[in-house]
């Protein structure tokens, strides 16, 4: 329920500890990140796992993105929250190519930094991945020609048996 009230993306408004010492930790860090006026000179490298390529980055909210290979982006925002609260996403796309199914974790690793020395935590997405399915497309028909001499309202066609395998 707190993810639906939450303002997107819920990762970075919303979080459940399984303890009271977790709790303490996840405070301190609010605090420590609330005494400062926000961050500038933001940079995210952040690199997919080999089982993945990225296939394409999409405008981020805040700043610029550039893939620095087909495993890894960096992202660069010259500030946020300087002035008032504020937060920025970034949008990739990502390709598995690997012949392993399951439960995967897409990032191998993920670092921030910034001028004022902020910490950041980041989500842990992951994706379910089956490789079992193999589609083998069909050859496509021949091609028939059917010539319609005068006028006519209808045509009667035969063109034997027509269906899809797939």
Request: charged share 20%; with cysteine; aromatic share 6%.
């Amino acid at each position: 329920m707190l993810n639906n009230w939450a303002t997107d993306p819920d990762a970075s408004h919303v979080a459940v500890t399984p303890d009271a010492a977790d709790l303490e930790a996840l405070f301190a860090e609010l605090a420590a990140n609330i005494s400062k006026t926000g961050a500038t000179d933001i940079v995210v490298n952040e690199v997919v796992q080999p089982d993945f390529v990225i296939t394409s980055i999409s405008s981020p909210t805040k700043g610029s993105a550039a893939m620095l290979d087909t495993h890894s982006l960096r992202w660069n925002i010259a500030e946020l929250g300087v002035s008032a609260g504020e937060s920025a996403s970034l949008d990739f796309f990502i390709r598995h190519v690997s012949q392993q199914p399951g439960t995967k974790l897409v990032n191998q690793s993920i670092t921030y930094s910034d001028n004022e020395g902020n910490i950041v935590s980041f989500p842990m997405p992951t994706v379910s991945v089956e490789c079992d399915i193999v589609v083998q497309p069909e050859d496509c028909p021949q091609p028939m020609d059917l010539t319609v001499e005068g006028y006519n309202d209808a045509v009667l066609a035969d063109f034997g048996d027509v269906y899809l395998e797939s």
